[in-house]
């Protein structure tokens, strides 16, 4: 019992505490790799680094300051720590997040990184239990709902962003409009974001235009199949990346 004390309040760099590291390191190894199989960014250095640090802050936050603890003069709150730790997760997962032409990306390898942080300081309270739920829940959710959501987006009343790149003067935007309207999708909004010039910087008359189109309506997640075969169009690029 007397050694046990002491272990404790000596910072406690045991074999519990070194296994509780090794598993947060395991599982936001884990994650990593999912999220470095399908080319995402907060990879796999991204999601182990995050994952053991944040058990060893808990591990710190829990044990490390042992030696300066006595009862009736100095006492610490271990969630303090720990708090501190969810504020700069969310400072790194805010870097991931991207924004272009309107749309946001990244917000899911933003969460993710939130998560696995998550599962490193579970993992580094000794909860093992609930660190390897979460991680399994995690694959549920970016392996199992992932078509889930996209069935909900092509048989629901969707609302989905486009980037269209087209030939001018040849009467492409008219087809765009046409078979939107055909298809019964509401435009919302629509906006011309340029036009691109050859290397002179001279607008040729086959010059390309790039527009930005705000669709709503029943199916609009197929809208780049449908919209892509038409004549003239160079380039569709969705505008909201659904497997961030």
């Given at each position: 019992m007397t050694t046990v004390a002491v272990v404790s309040s000596n910072h406690a760099q045991g074999v519990g505490q070194i296994w509780q590291l090794l598993l947060a390191f395991a599982l936001s190894s884990i994650i990593g790799l999912e999220r470095q199989f399908r080319g995402k960014s907060g990879g796999l250095r991204t999601q182990a680094i995050v994952g053991t640090a944040s058990a060893l802050f808990m591990i710190v936050s829990k044990y490390g300051f042992g030696d300066v603890v006595s009862a009736g003069t100095v006492t610490l709150d271990p969630s303090r720590i720990a708090a501190q730790v969810?504020?700069?997760?969310?400072?790194?997962?805010?870097?991931?997040?991207?924004?272009?032409?309107?749309?946001?990306?990244?917000?899911?390898?933003?969460?993710?990184?939130?998560?696995t942080a998550a599962i490193g300081m579970t993992a580094g309270a000794g909860m093992v239990f609930l660190a390897l739920l979460v991680t399994g829940l995690h694959f549920v959710i970016v392996l199992g709902y992932t078509p889930l959501s996209r069935w909900i987006s092509r048989h629901g009343h969707a609302e989905r962003g486009y980037i269209i790149t087209y030939e001018d003067g040849r009467g492409v935007l008219r087809d765009v409009l046409s078979a939107c309207t055909d298809r019964g999708w509401a435009i919302d909004s629509m906006a011309v974001l340029g036009h691109r010039a050859d290397a002179g910087g001279h607008l040729p008359p086959d010059r390309l235009v790039t527009v930005a189109l705000r669709l709503r309506g029943t199916g609009t997640v197929d809208a780049s199949a449908v919209l892509g075969v038409i004549d003239g169009v160079v380039r569709i690029d969705t505008g909201d990346d659904e497997n961030d």
């Open positions: 969810v504020t700069g997760i969310g400072f790194l997962g805010a870097g991931l997040i991207i924004t272009r032409r309107g749309a946001v990306h990244g917000l899911t390898t933003a969460a993710s990184v939130w998560e």
